[in-house]
């Protein structure tokens, strides 16, 4: 039995979500053709599926559930039947004896902050559910109405269902008008940054993000550190505006605090759709010069997209590149031959 079965059997439907790099909708076909091993995975994290799955019953209406759960990927992407079982095994034995308790099923995991308050706005939408009572206080903020210092009373969940909503009250407007006049504080102006990320912001917000981004990094009212740059740079990852959003990807590679491992980590995990040519090999050197754990690390979840493979091993064979990096690409291979051997 897969997953998308059992919740057909119960009766109810379901929406399947990846949270891996950035929280985005799986089609139901995508989704069974993944659990029945004739699609491999494509968007892996860490060698994991990510999920978020949300389901409800037509016929009670307001009652819905929401698992959320981590499944190990074998070399080639496809999702190991086993932990996916034994996460099912779980739930038969919790719908056959609902008043025991059962602990946590496997497989399971807790989203960070930042990702639950999203999936739980996209979750209310989805439901067609109303917004919650901090959505108005997160738009009149984000208006100017209520003075840009007056952050403190602003709920995450309020910030996250004015993302998941830009295409309603003029959000998308608003936001735009916020972030053009650089005038949010630093707290607020990260947080819907990187909530930002698992939207694909139009052309207008685009601008105004890279211009807010321009604008700190040419002030010295506001100390520029890994944290905010990276959130810009999350902001801007699925972004409709190709070109801008690799002009700033580049001039963020420029900067001296690109080689932060925060900043390194955020451009591999949601950035990679732009790390080719001489992206590519100024992201590679700077995780060379991060130490070999680092590149290690970070070249082996990069690996594993799709597509990314081919590009890293002909950015390998650059003959640009330095004796740094010609290294860490030689302990990479001695190791993987040393694994290989065992």
């Known amino acids: 039995m ?17 949270l891996g790099r950035r929280i985005s909708k799986i089609a139901q076909s995508d989704f069974e053709a993944i659990e029945n091993l004739t699609k491999s995975y494509p968007s892996p994290y860490l060698q994991h599926a990510w999920l978020g799955i949300l389901s409800w ?10 698992w959320f759960l981590k499944l190990p990927l074998d070399e080639q992407n496809y999702i190991q039947p086993g932990p996916r079982d034994a996460f099912l095994q779980h739930w038969l034995k919790v719908a056959q004896a609902p008043d025991q308790q059962h602990g946590d ?22 439901l067609k559910q109303p917004a919650s009572k901090f ?53 607020p102006r990260n947080a819907l940054l990187n909530l930002l990320e698992n939207a694909t912001p139009d052309a207008g917000l685009s601008v105004a993000i890279t211009d807010n981004l321009a ?69 590679l050197e700077l995780l060379a010069a991060a130490g070999n754990e680092t590149f290690m690390a970070l070249i082996a ?16 064979r650059d003959e640009s590149r330095s004796e740094q990096l010609s290294n860490a690409i030689g302990y990479l291979f001695s190791v993987a031959r040393s694994g290989s051997a065992h």
């Not at 009670?60 to 559930?65: A, T, V």
Request: some cysteine; proline content about 4%.
């Open 2 to 18: 897969t997953i998308s079965q059992f919740v057909s059997n119960s009766g109810a439907q379901m929406r399947v979500f990846d």
């Open 215 to 283: 604008a700190v990094m040419a002030t010295d009212d506001e100390v520029l550190n890994a944290t905010t740059l990276s959130a810009f740079c999350r902001a801007l990852s699925s972004s409709v505006s190709r070109d801008l959003r690799q002009q700033t990807l580049s001039v963020v590679l420029a900067h001296p605090l690109a080689g932060d491992i925060e900043m390194l980590s955020a451009i591999g995990s949601r950035c990679w759709q732009d790390l080719f040519g001489e992206r590519l090999l100024r992201y």
């Open 105 to 126: 099923a496997p497989c399971h995991y807790k989203p960070d902050t930042q990702r639950m308050a999203y999936f739980h706005a996209t979750a209310v939408r989805t």
């Open 135 to 187: 959505y108005e206080t997160s738009r009149a903020y984000i208006s100017g109405d209520l003075g840009w210092d007056n952050w403190q009373q602003l709920g995450l969940q309020g910030l996250a269902e004015v993302v998941v909503r830009l295409d309603e009250d003029n959000n998308a407007r608003l936001l735009t008008q916020a972030f053009s006049q650089s005038l949010l504080p630093q707290a």
């Open 57 to 66: 019953n037509p016929k009670e209406p307001g009652q819905h559930n929401i």
């Open 301 to 316: 979840d990069l690996m594993t997209i799709p597509s990314m493979r081919e590009r890293i091993m002909g950015a390998f």
